[in-house]
């Protein structure tokens, strides 16, 4: 059965301060592994697919990576909007679902 | 370009009701998939329906829970004789196609309060 471990459970940090989130994960036959940001109330917001180890992406502060066993979340000089629940997903095997884990959430203060 | 659509987004039942829940996937994607997210857990898979089809059905419970998805309409996920346990988010999503290059985007979500 696939399993995604995320860490830390939440993260404080302060306007500027760079720092990573972490996304462990088991899978049979990875498809691909997503980034989903998530606001309080509201639904999952897609950020990033990645296919394969070594494959990065990179959206304004946001820059993603993925090894063979995990994949980071690296946050450039934080401002407070980026404050949400930080979700990844795998895709693996013959299956169509995304296993979650249980996010990561990330206050950024001023 | 609209997004996907649930509602209502709010639904409150009184133990043993019935709970409908409606999800219009965005213009063009015909895969809709549901999830739900309990309190301080990730969202779990329930099930993927096509049109007129249910294709993996596997997180769905195997009493009260039923889906579809009608040649015309919205996806339904239909909860019979809610229990307290039965309160959650419940998320739908779609996608073009069933592969994992292509995104699954997400609705706001139903938020289901059984009292």
């Known amino acids: 059965e696939d399993q995604v471990t995320q860490s830390p459970e939440a993260l404080r940090l302060q306007e500027g301060e760079s720092s990573s989130l972490n996304c462990s994960y088991t899978?049979?036959?990875?498809?691909?592994l997503f980034w989903y940001r998530q606001d309080p109330g509201k639904g999952p917001e897609f950020l990033f697919t990645?296919?394969?180890a070594g494959e990065e992406k990179e959206k304004e502060r946001l820059k993603a990576t993925l090894t063979k066993k995990e994949s980071f979340l690296h946050i450039t000089a934080p401002k407070p909007e980026d404050s949400a629940t930080y979700l990844c997903?795998?895709?693996?095997?013959?299956?169509?679902?995304?296993?979650f884990g249980k996010g990561t959430l990330l206050t950024v203060n001023p | 370009n609209a997004g996907v659509m649930q509602n209502p987004r709010h639904l409150v039942r009184r133990r043993g009701q019935e709970a409908r829940l409606r999800c219009s996937p965005m213009?063009?994607?015909?895969?809709v998939y549901w999830y739900r997210q309990l309190p301080e857990e990730g969202l779990k898979f329930m099930v993927y329906?096509?049109?007129?089809?249910?294709?993996?059905e596997s997180g769905m419970p195997k009493e009260r829970f039923s889906a579809e998805f009608p040649k015309e309409g919205p996806s339904i996920l239909r909860i019979q004789q809610v229990v307290r346990g039965d309160s959650a988010a419940y998320f739908c999503?779609?996608?073009?196609?069933?592969?994992?290059?292509?995104?699954?985007?997400f609705g706001p979500g139903t938020r289901l309060t059984v009292l």
């Open positions: 990645l296919y394969s």
């Open positions: 999503a779609s996608s073009q196609l069933a592969r994992s290059t292509d995104t699954q985007y």
């Open positions: 997903a795998v895709w693996g095997g013959s299956n169509y679902k995304l296993t």
């Open positions: 899978v049979s036959g990875l498809r691909g």
């Open positions: 213009k063009g994607h015909s895969h």
């Open positions: 329906l096509q049109k007129e089809n249910i294709i993996d």
